[in-house]
């Protein structure tokens, strides 16, 4: 299986190639040459672990890779999971269920991509005998899920910038709580969005990028994409048969990457319903679903801070596949997208594709609503996904982090807040975090002296 840039200026790539560069060197987005039909698969599959089922799905894509290497690089990746299922389905009533994503070491959904691209990275590393440094920036979940898909691997280190003071307490800990030699935590004196543009220079620069062979650990690397429809296929084979057409997959949304996934599954022959698209105040996505038009805006801190994301870097992959594969047509719309900040469609599956928002005092009553009705806990990611399910489907809630990553969130809900084994080991060890400011030179400063 080849891989080809949605911007069509970049030579196929291998599998291993391009999870290696993340984003294509013409700054477009890889996809699949060719989406495979599974349906016939479905029925086998059906009894499957989740680790066993990864490794048959992630086959017909990592075709590079020897198979049974493939296996063991599935089945570490999924073996550090708290619950002996891995992602969980649980039913809160009739055609309303949880698809619980927080059973990884960082308690989020980002593990599921970020273990297997850590193993992923680790196994290039032995193949080629280089090393690898690892970039990213975060707002919190990412970074922590990157860094534990790294810790400790031999010939790998992992830099992640956040910004100072604007992570909880509990996302800094899982970063800087380690103790791993090989996970360099960047507190940068600045927003988010200064650790972004400090990173995207950092990118641009090719020579140093090259001479220091760093890689990016974003949303668009195209293995967090297929390693994330797997939960998706996993959820719809644990359905009773005469359901799986009804069912309609709900996703707290940041930046598409979550949804893009599921969707990508159902171009594959996994027959899905829908797809709702559930984001907080930062509603890019919903104005999109509801009036049409792509048009970023400015980004408002809220109670689910890992979907404070105003543009969706994932949706580039869909607008290829929307476009038929037109890498030009792509290329003018990313192009307006970046010149006007906005870009109208001509139409959209109404049907397939719906969405909803949830304000702060929203995801705060649906918290409560929810505990009551269900006595079931969600975090305020999964809360917003509990906004207007549609009746006539059956829901598959994706819960995407554990309750107890926000206790402040949920104390002001409920009066009460969850604790996690996991997190509460955090509060006693050692933060080790490196302060600089968010310029260019001293980011690159700091990774040229480090690692391997
Ligand atoms: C990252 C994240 C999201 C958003 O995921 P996208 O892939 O950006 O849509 C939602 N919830 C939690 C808890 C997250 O960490």
Not at 68 to 95: M, N, T
Not at 140 to 160: E, N, R
Not at 282 to 305: I, M, Q
């Amino acid at each position: 299986m080849k891989y080809l840039s949605t911007r069509g200026q970049t030579p196929p790539h291998t599998f291993s190639q391009a999870v290696a560069v993340g984003l294509a060197p013409d700054g477009g987005l890889f996809l699949p040459e060719t989406l495979p039909d599974i349906s016939g698969h479905l029925a086998g599959w059906e009894k499957l672990g989740y680790a066993d089922l990864c490794f048959e799905f992630m086959r017909l894509f990592a075709t590079d890779i020897e198979p049974e290497v493939l296996r063991g690089i599935v089945a570490k990746s999924y073996a550090a999971f708290a619950h002996p299922e891995i992602a969980p389905l649980r039913k809160l009533r009739d055609r309303l269920h949880v698809l619980e994503l927080f059973h990884g070491p960082t308690l989020a959904f980002k593990d599921f991509a970020l273990q297997l691209l850590g193993n992923l990275y680790e196994h290039q590393c032995r193949v080629t005998g280089q090393g690898i440094k690892v970039l990213g920036a975060t707002s919190g979940d990412t970074g922590a899920a990157a860094i534990h898909g790294l810790l400790g691997k031999p010939d790998t280190a992992v830099f992640v910038l956040y910004p100072e003071g604007r992570v909880s307490p509990l996302q800094e800990r899982q970063m800087t709580c380690t103790g791993a030699d090989n996970v360099y935590a960047i507190a940068v004196d600045g927003s988010f969005d200064d650790a972004q543009r400090a990173l995207k220079a950092i990118f641009g620069d090719r020579e140093f990028s090259a001479q220091q062979r760093l890689s990016a650990v974003n949303s668009i690397n195209l293995a967090r994409v297929l390693a994330q429809c797997v939960y998706y296929l996993f959820a719809w084979l644990r359905m009773p048969a005469a359901e799986r057409s009804h069912i309609e997959f709900v996703v707290p949304t940041g930046n598409f990457g979550n949804v893009f996934a599921g969707w990508l599954l159902s171009r594959m022959g996994v027959p899905v319903a829908g797809f709702k698209v559930a984001t907080n105040r930062n509603d890019l996505l919903h104005r999109l679903f509801t009036t049409g038009e792509y048009r970023s805006g400015s980004v408002t801190p809220s109670l689910a801070p890992s979907m404070d994301i105003q543009v969706a870097s994932n949706f580039e992959r869909y607008l290829s596949y929307a476009l038929g594969g037109d890498a030009a047509a792509v290329r003018a719309v990313m192009e307006q997208i970046g010149a006007t900040g906005a870009y109208r469609f001509a139409s959209f599956d109404r049907n397939l594709f719906s969405s909803s928002r949830a304000d702060d005092a929203e995801i705060s009553a649906i918290i409560r609503r929810v505990q009551a009705e269900h006595g079931y806990l969600v975090d305020p990611h999964t809360a917003c996904a509990f906004r207007d399910l549609n009746p006539a489907r059956t829901s598959i809630v994706l819960a995407t982090a554990h309750p107890a990553k926000f206790p402040d969130a949920i104390r002001a809900a409920t009066g009460g807040a969850p604790t996690h084994p996991a997190l509460e080991a955090l509060k006693s060890r050692a933060v080790v975090k490196h302060r600089l400011p968010p310029t260019v030179a001293a980011i690159k400063a700091f990774i040229a002296a480090r690692g391997m």
